[in-house]
DNA sequence: ATCCAGTTTATAATAATTCTAAAGTAAAAC
DNA sequence: GTTTTACTTTAGAATTATTATAAACTGGAT
């Protein structure tokens, strides 16, 4: 994704185009594959790369804007750290603990055969499986 | 479950039936349907409940305790707060946002026709598939 | 009854995240 | 191109869930 179109993506998300935002959008959007993180493992590579330092509640701000634009995803992960994913569309994750790493599983690789109703007055949203990975 | 087979539950585990114990352990396990519950729920209704009050971190390690027992599981729900869940049964969840509620679904009515294989070096622990309803 | 390891308790500490209010800035209005 | 205005960023404080600490307590073995 070239800069101009990070700057179509957040213009038409209604999100000013700030030095900080457009510094993190390439970050996050300007890469082939799905990439995860947490707000901290994102702060630290962002320090790395580029030479601006950013406030943490900036990268907060940013990234709870990103996703409420629909920029980014937020994962189902129970622990400490929430994780988000520049993947948005409808796919499934594999988690392994061991180094507290996802994958994306292609929402294709996963057929479910058979899923409970759901509960009265209730509709379902979205499905996720989750697969836990050991050694 | 009686209280003799509280007692016995607590004591096979290696867990000392203390006063707090026991009656954390009656609160929780002595129904007939699983319970979902947080440290903070748990509290607030054993504070109704019961007439003693119990430290917070007593809720905490009496919680943990028993989940290392394998009397109780911890629910994938993304959120601040962990849920526990006294079906420890291998199974899945319907999560309910708009009142925070979980719901338990039978493994068997669930039924996964394709996933894919674990990457390298890498076994499947476990499928946890979580179904999150709207209105 | 006494003792001791395991427990409980109140409180402090930690960690992730959100809030706040002042300073900065993109872009609309002049 | 200035000025203005509303939105953003920032540093630091506040909040929230959870864990650690260390002193007081207690179940159950001796």
Redesign the pocket.
């Known amino acids: 994704m070239k800069k101009i179109d990070i700057l179509k993506k957040l213009?038409t998300s209604?999100?000013?185009?700030?030095?900080?935002?457009v510094e993190i959008a390439k970050f996050l959007f300007e890469r082939d594959k799905t990439f995860h993180f947490?707000?901290?493992s994102l702060n630290k590579l962002l320090e790395k790369k580029t030479s601006?330092?950013?406030?943490?509640?900036?990268i907060?701000?940013?990234v709870?804007?990103f996703k409420s634009a629909g920029h980014l995803s937020e994962v189902e992960v129970r622990g400490?750290?929430?994780y988000f994913d520049t993947n948005v569309s409808n796919h499934h994750h594999f988690y392994d603990s061991e180094n507290s790493e996802l994958i994306d599983i292609d929402s294709n690789d996963v057929v479910i055969q058979k899923i409970p109703k759901a509960p009265n007055g209730k509709k379902i949203k979205n499905i996720e499986v989750f697969i836990n990975l050991k050694n």
């Open positions: 213009r209604g999100l000013r185009p700030t030095k900080q935002r947490t707000v901290e601006n330092k950013f406030a943490l509640a900036t907060y701000n940013t709870h804007a400490k750290k929430t």
